[in-house]
């Protein structure tokens, strides 16, 4: 199964098309149920925190309605998750109206103060999730469930949360009220066939929050209310980012964490158990059932890697899955970015126009040449082999993989290497002729007679910034790399705010250098999500290194055998200078473009890219040359940098029309 999560596709805060795609092909893929709505909220007090499906329309059941159809004559089941979100969302959106939770404390991730919860508001929340449920069971999905884990109802479990002295706070059963109080409305509502359960938390691993034994009490009491047919198992506590990520750990942590704590909740409350934390091989999904620990296994962002797990492991085609890396992107990207997507799969949330499997193409086959095999170079290759096109990869290093070997170097994200690894598999099995140690020029391109010629050579450090001194500089490249050895104290200046000067900058405290990360914004690393930057943080901090904001880099000197980084303060205009044995600069990457130019001329298309055609999947027409022999197209850094995803995107568009 997938757990409830939201990607952030709603429209007008219902699931349409987008929605409905996404889970469809999950079901397509084999799955046996999918749990959609990741905290749809039940009333206007609980507004969106992160697209979140706007339950309490009566618009909602036309949607979840076709969804559910759709799921269902794919073999699948459907079921929602519902919920108030209490005090975790924010005041200043939707109605400005104001947070209530069960005590007047602030929830830290998004700094609201609620209300405390008076009488009148009791009646019209247990209302609501009535309501809600009617609303569910009216569009013929299979069951609901409600979130018990960091919401309102959690909030009245938790000591942490709940500082009432009424008949919702102090005891077990008082704190327990609200939750049975909305499940007796439920029941009254819907009656005793949808199926009903809860995603709870039955640990915050928290010395002020909710205990181990107070949660499976809370678990067994729930079952033997009789009006729950699940528990959805969670354990941990998401106050701050920094619990968040032990939550939903990512790479660099242990599978499963939880797993064995789940398998102790299903002994004490014998009722149908699921679970989801880090389970992203078909290993540990097996052992999770055969060894009784789970009775349906969640497998919720190795389905967003790969919607199509299951048919695979039905088919003999285990070895074609693609895997989840546990980098967090799918998380990380919906604040930034509105929405969800896997950092190496461009098809997921975007079914509708690029599908999950390539289709062979309907007219000529073509030659492709593809210069760089990092993803997005790899990416094209896949794509074109499985378009059934004749691919050849020219990589100047002896090993495919680009910047990713770099990022891999720190031992925390090895895992990161599957992106490349699971795509150096499938052009080999598509028949990928891969040629390493091959720095191409012009004349290799051309001998190969193309039709196509994708540039995927990605870039070089850029340190163009710096006024004087670029030539003192290291980059993250060699101290990664290996050509230069981390120095005693090194400053990190990052430019960039992303994952790869955080990267070295871990490497470093590893190696135990003395370090100051130094940036010009106001905050550091701000392109990494909450679920991501708490490792980086954690190594930093135990390495003691010291933070810097607001300072730009201007210049590098020689001091002795020292050097200088001389900084500009642009808010109070002053300079500052910082001495150290080693000044590593991360400022993005500058596009290796020479071959892209050498050919831009013998292309017949010059280069050019309509670009209404590649955001729609559409065949690129362009004819500026009529003597040129190929089109010409280059992508990811070879174009401007930015990210790994984003080179996959472009490869697959170009690719899955070509």
Same mark, same amino acid.
């Given at each position: 199964m997938s757990t409830a999560h939201e990607p952030g596709y709603t429209e007008d805060g219902l699931p349409k098309e987008r929605y409905r795609l996404y889970h469809a092909e999950k079901a397509r893929g084999g799955m046996a149920m999918t749990m959609i709505g990741g905290s749809s909220v039940v009333d206007i007090d609980s507004p969106q925190a992160f697209g979140n499906i706007q339950l309490y329309k009566d618009e909602c059941v036309k949607w979840l309605r076709e969804l559910a159809d759709d799921v269902h004559d794919h073999g699948a089941a459907v079921m929602i998750q519902m919920t108030h979100m209490g005090s975790r969302t924010n005041w200043n959106k939707g109605d400005w109206l104001p947070m209530i939770d069960a005590s007047h404390v602030q929830e830290p991730a998004h700094l609201a103060y609620p209300k405390a919860m008076e009488d009148w508001d009791f009646d019209r929340?247990?209302?609501?999730?009535?309501?809600?449920?009617?609303?569910?069971?009216?569009?013929?999905?299979?069951?609901?469930?409600?979130?018990?884990?960091?919401?309102?109802?959690?909030?009245?479990?938790?000591?942490?949360?709940?500082?009432?002295?009424d008949d919702y706070g102090g005891s077990l059963e008082n704190r327990m009220r609200l939750v049975m109080d909305i499940l007796t409305a439920i029941r009254g509502r819907i009656g005793n066939d949808p199926i009903v359960g809860v995603r709870m938390v039955c640990d915050e691993d928290w010395n002020r929050g909710l205990s181990r034994n107070e949660g499976v009490e809370i678990a067994r009491?729930? $079952?033997?209310?009789?009006?729950?047919?699940?528990?959805?198992?969670?354990?941990?506590?998401?106050?701050?980012?920094?619990?968040?990520?032990?939550?939903?750990?990512?790479?660099? $942590?242990?599978?499963?964490?939880?797993?064995? =704590?789940?398998?102790?909740? +299903?002994?004490?409350?014998?009722?149908?158990?699921?679970?989801?934390?880090?389970?992203?091989d078909v290993a540990t999904a097996r052992h999770a059932i055969a060894s009784g620990k789970l009775d349906m296994v969640a497998?919720?962002?190795?389905?967003?890697?790969?919607?199509?797990?299951?048919?695979?492991?039905? $088919?003999?085609?285990?070895? %074609?899955?693609?895997?989840?890396?546990?980098?967090? =992107?799918?998380?990380? !990207?919906? /604040?930034?970015?509105?929405?969800?997507?896997?950092?190496?799969?461009? !098809? $997921?949330?975007?079914?509708? =126009?690029?599908?999950q499997v390539v289709s062979a193409t309907e007219g000529p086959v073509r030659k492709v040449v593809i210069v760089g095999a990092g993803p997005g170079g790899l990416e094209a290759a896949r794509v074109a082999a499985e378009r059934g096109h004749h691919v050849t990869v020219f990589e100047a290093g002896p090993k495919?993989?680009? %910047?990713?070997?770099?990022?891999?170097?720190?031992?925390?994200?090895?895992e990161i290497l599957?992106?490349?690894?699971?795509?150096?598999?499938?052009c080999a099995r598509l028949g990928v002729d891969i040629h390493y140690n091959r720095y191409a020029e012009e004349s290799d391109v051309l001998a190969e007679n193309p039709d196509i010629v994708v540039i995927a050579t990605g870039g070089l450090p850029n340190i163009a910034s710096l006024e004087s001194g670029a030539e003192l500089a290291t980059t993250g490249w060699d101290i990664l790399g290996g050509s230069v050895k981390p120095a005693k104290s090194v400053l990190v200046y990052d430019d960039n705010g992303s994952h790869p000067a955080m990267t070295v900058a871990e490497f470093l405290a590893d190696a135990g250098s003395e370090i100051e990360v130094v940036t010009p914004g106001r905050m550091l690393?701000?392109?990494?999500?909450?679920?991501? /930057?708490?490792? /980086?943080?954690?190594a930093l901090g135990k390495a003691g290194a010291k933070i810097t904001l607001n300072l730009r880099l201007e210049r590098l000197e020689r001091r002795g055998n020292r050097l200088a980084a001389i900084?500009?303060?642009? /808010?109070?205009?002053e300079r500052a200078e910082k001495e150290v044995d080693q000044v590593i600069i991360e400022s993005g990457a500058q596009p290796m473009d020479e071959l892209y130019f050498a050919l831009k001329p013998l292309s017949v298309n010059e280069g050019a890219v309509d670009y209404r055609s590649?955001?729609?999947?559409?065949?690129?027409?362009?004819?500026?040359?009529?003597?040129?022999?190929?089109?010409?197209? +280059?992508?990811?850094?070879?174009?401007?940098? +930015?990210?790994?995803?984003?080179?996959?995107?472009?490869?697959?568009?170009?690719?899955?029309?070509?």
């Open positions: 929340v247990i209302a609501a999730y009535a309501d809600c449920a009617e609303r569910v069971k009216e569009a013929g999905l299979d069951g609901l469930e409600l979130e018990c884990a960091s919401h309102l109802i959690a909030h009245f479990w938790s000591p942490a949360t709940n500082r009432r002295d009491r729930l $079952t033997a209310s009789g009006m729950i047919d699940f528990v959805n198992v969670i354990r941990g506590h998401v106050a701050t980012d920094e619990a968040l990520s032990h939550v939903i750990p990512n790479m660099g $942590t242990r599978a499963a964490p939880h797993l064995d =704590f789940a398998g102790e909740v +299903r002994q004490q409350v014998r009722i149908p158990t699921f679970h989801a934390a880090r389970i992203q497998m919720t962002r190795a389905h967003i890697a790969d919607p199509h797990i299951t048919r695979k492991i039905m $088919t003999g085609r285990e070895d %074609q899955i693609r895997p989840c890396v546990g980098m967090g =992107f799918c998380i990380d !990207s919906i /604040y930034p970015a509105g929405s969800a997507a896997c950092v190496h799969n461009a !098809s $997921t949330g975007r079914e509708g =126009f690029l599908p495919a993989g680009g %910047q990713i070997l770099l990022a891999s170097a720190l031992r925390r994200r090895r599957g992106i490349v690894d699971w795509r150096v598999a499938e690393a701000p392109d990494i999500g909450a679920t991501s /930057y708490p490792a /980086y943080f954690r900084f500009l303060d642009e /808010y109070t205009r590649f955001a729609a999947i559409r065949p690129q027409t362009i004819m500026k040359n009529a003597t040129g022999k190929f089109q010409l197209f +280059r992508i990811g850094d070879a174009v401007a940098s +930015r990210n790994i995803h984003a080179a996959i995107y472009d490869a697959h568009r170009f690719m899955a029309v070509a």
